[in-house]
């Protein structure tokens, strides 16, 4: 069965994509790719030549004389080729009509390759469908658009199912960041021109949490940055934007106000800067990817600025069972002191800050207890000490960027894990 594109459910705006700086379609032929298929077609309008279609085919691993199957390069050509083909079969169900598109098939790991791909060709914007969550994909998973929100210089649009046309409900999540600025102009540029547009700011439980000034009236002061904000988007007459200030946890409530209005879309920036923030997948921006049940867009840091540096994924080192008393207590040699932020994430509850801005004072494991214990406060001062420990730990992760500086520590343990990420 084809689907109808309707060029009257075109954006008001549109994102003005150009060959010089195309919208990159990302699809793996399956029907979870499908909505990004239209959805990229719809703000693309007419310009056939602005779109790039991305596929990727997840190379074969070598295998050895022994296992007797031989590698072949034949069997690789193969597989892009009927790729390809779903690919081309894909688009002629979803785009009926419409004028052919080049598919480009590469091999490898499909976030970073999507990713590049974005970055080389200056992409607008990255339109991908939403696939399967679960809470073991947090930092190692291989979700393709929770990977690209972490990594993409390029801000991306995870399409829900069931698009049909530009979001005419669209909530925006303003932490009065350049990232969420950035995030509710581009959600205009794709709004229908009837759209409502909500500015969402959920007041933390902490006043200092985003730094605002102590003693102030937060609802009036968050009230009236919200206007401001408003009074910088490039709305059209016929768009409603309103102005909301919720209280509570930031990712709870934006679900939980974006399922009372019905929104097609939540768009949200990532506050954070650098490779270590970039991997903090307890940020708002990650878990409302993984809670939503609409489309969502999120925009890094870097795509308010002109890219200019490559894409760096950091390298996992994963230590075998007998290994983890060293492991930790090199961990903890190179570490100390070092200031990081401590989360719980569970598969019930999301993710939970136990600890912000504490140094690392240890890291240890005990074979007997199977526990692993994390110490984290100042030195000398024994008001700001926190030790947690943790039963039943299966697996510990050390994240290192391209330096072989660690980024962060995850262990994971019965239905959740435990990430202490660095600040620097």
Sequence with gaps: MSTTISRADAPAIGIRALKAAPV??????????EPALIAGRIISGDEADAIRVVTVVNALPMMTPEAGLPYSADVDASRRADHKRAIAMQLEKVWPGESPVAIEVYDGDPVTRIADVAHNANASLIVVGIGRHGVMDRVFGTETALG???IADVPVLAVAEGHSGSPRRIVVAVDFSETSLRAARLAVDLAAADATIYLVHVEPRDDTMYGWAPGADYRNDAGFALAEVRDRLNTVAEMTTQRVV???????????FASSVGADLIATGSRGRGLVARMLVGSVATQILRGATCSVLTVPLHAVMTPDQ???IPQAKTPPREHWVAELDEFTKRNIGRRGLLEVDDRDIGAQAQSHDYPLLGATYDPYDKRVELMLGELGDVARHLTRGIGGVTRIDVLRDDRGRDVALRIEHGAGQTLLTFAG
């Design 148 to 150: 690209l929100a972490r």
């Design 310 to 312: 490559p894409i760096v």
């Design 246 to 256: 919720l209280y509570g946890d930031p990712r709870a409530e934006v679900l939980r």
């Design 24 to 33: 990159v379609i990302a699809t793996d032929g399956f029907e979870q790719s």
